[in-house]
């Protein structure tokens, strides 16, 4: 199962996040030294994806133009001696074929993806949701990949939470464990109530899927919030063939609320070459003087 092509949903509104996303795409928002979104594409591009669709919305332009060049400012950068900066600009547009589409209603996520359908065609597909940032080893895309491949069938990330946190996810019903923290789904659901949960494994933003997901997008109707839900559609197709779920390594960070955002930035500056070191001890500094 060779996955070739991913799917990155950036139309939200953002609305956890105004007003700083009133004029500037969450997507768009810094961490550290780069936007949330490139390290949604490099994690990508990392498990062996070649095209990328990031699907936007109104106001999203900033996206599309961050992944083209800018042969002023590189020209401006390399006249200037700064030729580190210039490449760091220059490989942003070059690290996948990167194509983009309006979501022009805002008719849920499952309705995002059926967007894509004449993208994908025929093949096996990656989604990473753009508040999802995954720090980890091997990259969490990739790790689906592998079950996928193992397995021979669709790949979703997983995570285990206290049961009153699983409302604010999707709950997962886990069958057979095949091995490496790989598990078969037999049902989910939407944002369950606590009568509803069927686990306290819930999924996380990463997703390998079989084209057969499409035609069953274009008849779910709408769930939870009146929207088209991904999960319902991929419900029907669990139901449909074999599904597996990846209990991944890593830490997922949800870069689409404010104590997300902030935990995102410490723990990536942290491991940042240039700033970790001065970070780190700037925290032990400011530790001391709360005593």
Request: charged share 30%; net charge negative; aromatic share 8%.
């Amino acid at each position: 199962m060779k996955v070739r092509k991913a799917i990155i949903p950036a139309a939200g509104l953002g609305s956890r996040l105004l007003p700083n996303t009133k004029s500037i795409p969450k997507e768009m928002l810094p961490l550290v030294d780069k936007p949330v979104i490139q390290y949604i594409v490099e994690e990508a591009v990392s498990a062996g994806v070649e095209e990328i669709l990031i699907i936007t919305n109104r106001g999203k332009d900033a996206i599309e133009d961050y992944f083209d060049y800018a042969p002023d400012l590189e020209a401006r950068l390399r006249s200037d001696g700064k030729i580190k900066d210039a490449d760091a600009v220059h490989n942003v547009a070059d690290m996948a074929d990167i194509f983009f589409l309006r979501q022009k209603e805002t008719k849920g996520l499952g309705h995002a993806i059926w967007r894509a359908k004449s993208f994908v065609g025929d093949e096996p597909f990656g989604i990473l949701l753009g508040d999802d940032i995954m720090l980890s080893e091997t990259p969490v895309l990739k790790q689906l990949v592998q079950a996928a491949e193992a397995n021979n069938c669709s790949a979703i990330a997983m995570r285990e939470f206290p049961p009153e946190e699983v409302r604010k996810y999707s709950s997962l019903k886990l069958e057979e464990n095949l091995g490496g923290g790989v598990y078969r789904i037999s049902d989910m659901n939407e944002k369950p109530t606590d009568e509803e949960r069927l686990s306290n494994f819930a999924i996380m933003g990463r997703y390998v899927l079989t084209p057969a997901i499409f035609d069953i997008l274009g008849n779910t109707p709408p769930g939870r919030n009146n929207e088209i839900q991904l999960t319902d559609g991929m419900r029907v197709l669990c139901h449909q063939e074999k599904m597996c779920a990846v209990d991944f390594e890593g830490k997922r960070y949800d870069t689409g609320n404010l104590k997300g955002y902030l935990e995102s930035i410490i723990d990536f500056a942290l491991k940042n070459e240039e700033a970790g070191a001065w970070l780190r001890q700037f925290i032990i500094d400011k530790a001391d003087s709360f005593r």
